[in-house]
């Protein structure tokens, strides 16, 4: 009996200090801050204040290539918006896609680039690859395209 209240003691403590503490409340944090610039208050960003990340282009397309050739682009962009931008992650969709992109904040109105150096070895055909970048704008992801049709060399 003593070992059935004393079981029935020990659970009920660990119910109680499992449970959440009411004055702490909900610590959740809503998708909607993670992905849209707001001040720290977690208030919406007043319009224009935002940044944004204009690209001169988005495709480009090297055209016919030699199976083999390293070929590269740079995607040139300004900052239109009213805060810095960065852009905390870039990645192409191989490991034959390799980008490279400015790792400090870019401030409203200034430029910068992203370049990237696409290997065509072991590629043949019409080949297209992109690079995803993780930005602090609204959306937060950018979608680059690059193109190639690499020709496969006649062996002699």
Do not use: W
């Not at 909607?32 to 944004?52: L, Y």
């Not at 070929?71 to 300004?78: I, P």
């Not at 490279?100 to 019409?126: H, R």
């Amino acid at each position: 009996m003593k070992t059935k209240l004393f079981l029935a003691l020990i659970s009920s403590i660990l119910m109680i200090s499992c449970g959440q503490d009411p004055k702490d409340g909900d610590r959740t944090i809503s998708s909607d801050v993670i992905n849209v610039p707001a001040t720290a208050s977690g208030k919406q960003a007043a319009p224009g204040s935002a940044p944004n990340i204009a690209f001169e282009e988005e495709k480009h397309d090297f055209g016919k290539i030699t199976q083999g050739e390293k070929v590269s682009f740079t995607f040139l962009f300004k900052n239109n918006g009213g805060s810095d931008l960065v852009i905390s992650n870039a990645l192409g969709s191989c490991g034959c896609t390799i980008p490279e992109y400015p790792k400090g904040a870019i401030k409203p109105g200034e430029q910068g680039k992203i370049d990237v150096t696409f290997d065509s070895a072991g590629k043949s055909g019409l080949v297209q690859k992109t690079i995803t970048l993780t930005t602090n704008c609204t959306p937060s992801t950018k979608v680059l395209t690059i193109m190639a049709t690499v020709d496969v060399p006649e062996e002699d």
